[in-house]
C-alpha cells in the first residue's frame, strides 16, 4: 500500500454546542499494488486518470469524518 499526503485534523466545540469534537482524515492518493510474480494485476485500488478524465489536483481521494456529540 501506498499513501501520499495524510492529514489528520481534530476539533473541539465549546460545551454550548450539539458537537463535543471532530476528527477528519484526509487521503490525498491511496494505491493498493499487487507485488506477486505470478498476478496479472498489477493495482487493486488506484485513482484512475487518463487524457479524457484528467486528475484533479486539489481532489482527495479518501475522507473520513467522526462527529462526537454531548449527551
Same mark, same amino acid.
Given at each position: 500500500?501506498?499513501?501520499?499526503?495524510?492529514?489528520?485534523?481534530?476539533?473541539?466545540?465549546?460545551?454550548?454546542?450539539?458537537? +463535543?469534537?471532530?476528527?477528519?482524515?484526509?487521503?490525498? $492518493?491511496?494505491?493498493?499494488? $499487487?507485488?506477486?510474480?505470478?498476478?496479472?494485476?498489477?493495482?487493486?485500488?488506484?485513482?484512475?486518470?487518463? $487524457? +479524457?478524465?484528467?486528475?484533479?489536483?486539489? +481532489?482527495?481521494?479518501?475522507?473520513?469524518?467522526?462527529?462526537?456529540?454531548?449527551?
Amino acid at each position: 500500500m501506498c499513501t501520499e499526503q495524510i492529514r489528520i485534523q481534530h476539533e473541539v466545540y465549546p460545551e454550548n454546542t450539539v458537537q +463535543a469534537s471532530r476528527q477528519v482524515l484526509i487521503i490525498s $492518493d491511496l494505491e493498493i499494488r $499487487d507485488r506477486l510474480a505470478l498476478s496479472k494485476i498489477n493495482k487493486f485500488l488506484y485513482q484512475y486518470s487518463s $487524457d +479524457a478524465l484528467p486528475r484533479q489536483s486539489h +481532489a482527495s481521494m479518501v475522507t473520513t469524518s467522526q462527529q462526537f456529540h454531548y449527551y
